[in-house]
């Protein structure tokens, strides 16, 4: 674990788990989930990177300059992978100072026929933290690339969420979207709305802005700020649980099956980056 500070705000690494945040909080107060202690699965953390590709690609196949592509299987027997493979890998601490850590995931080619090298800089101020996610394709060949961020925020019966979007897309019993809805459904969260419900929500956003408002009733808990290029916002609300996630991140899901999907053509040597921050108040 690596240990951040700035003033009252403190920031715990898990390198050595997807490139995680395990804790964050400021004032004592905790901003995001907490990671258990002892977690093993970086789906128990606070946030991870997804790179080089954000959500699911239908059961892991696609075809990319003429070559079929297929991946296997990396959340149980979910057929369709998700989230590339940074979540899943350790990473390597490159730098660290008191308030600020750069850490460093190299891939080789495999089933992802590319090599590429993925780095987070986190950098810790007194109000709030900024995260720097890049990809650099290391291969001889184009590279397809997505990036995002998976932060898990804190839930109660009174928390409510505002972002402004253009639309939606429905999804299927897979989770993969299927349809294009304008406007709001389910939840209005262009005006703000509570995040609770009773079924499960698990759909991604157009037409996102960038910015997210998390409260508690009426009081501003976090703000959530995203690159211009993130354009999408994945919204993830299991009922009954003390969580939910909003996802800023510059593709659709299953993006190899849709048009204008976000996703980018990295060439050798290219780089995308994405930036967070998280505003405490």
């Known amino acids: 674990m690596i240990s951040l500070s700035h003033t009252r705000a403190q920031l715990e690494l898990l390198p050595e788990l997807g490139g995680a945040i395990g804790r964050l909080t400021h004032k004592g107060r905790d901003m995001l989930r907490v990671t258990p202690a002892g977690a093993d699965d970086v789906l128990q953390t606070a946030c991870f990177p997804l790179v080089p590709f954000c959500n699911r690609i239908r059961d ?3 075809v990319f300059g003429g070559n079929e592509i297929r991946l296997k299987p990396n ?4 057929p369709h992978t998700l989230h590339g493979q940074g979540w899943r890998s350790q990473w390597s601490v490159t730098e660290a100072s008191a308030s600020r850590a ?3 995931y190299r891939h080789q080619a495999d089933e992802w026929p590319w090599d590429y090298e993925a780095t987070q800089l986190f ?3 007194a109000q709030g933290l900024r995260v720097w996610l890049s990809v650099r ?3 001889l060949s184009p590279m397809p690339a997505g990036l995002g961020f998976h932060p898990y925020f804190n839930r109660t019966d009174k928390t409510r969420l505002k972002a402004q979007v253009s639309g939606v897309w429905l999804s299927d019993e897979d989770c993969l979207p299927v349809e294009w809805h304008a ?3 389910q939840k209005d969260w262009g005006n703000g709305d509570k995040v609770s419900h009773d079924r499960l929500i698990d759909h991604c956003h157009t037409g996102y802005s960038g910015r997210v408002e998390i409260s508690e009733g009426r009081k501003p808990v976090v703000s959530l700020r995203a690159s211009p290029d993130c354009g999408w916002l994945h919204i993830y609300v299991p009922p009954g649980e003390d969580f939910f996630c909003a996802e800023p991140v510059n593709h659709m899901p299953d993006p190899f099956n849709h048009a204008n999907s976000g996703l980018r053509c990295l060439r050798p040597n290219e780089v995308a980056m994405i930036w967070m921050d998280l505003h405490f108040h």
């Not at 959340?75 to 979910?78: A, E, M, R, V």
């Open 60 to 62: 892991g196949r696609f």
């Open 75 to 78: 959340l149980g027997d979910h």
């Open 102 to 104: 750069l850490l460093t």
């Open 123 to 125: 950098e810790l101020g």
């Open 137 to 139: 394709n290391l291969s």
């Open 183 to 185: 406007g709001r459904w």
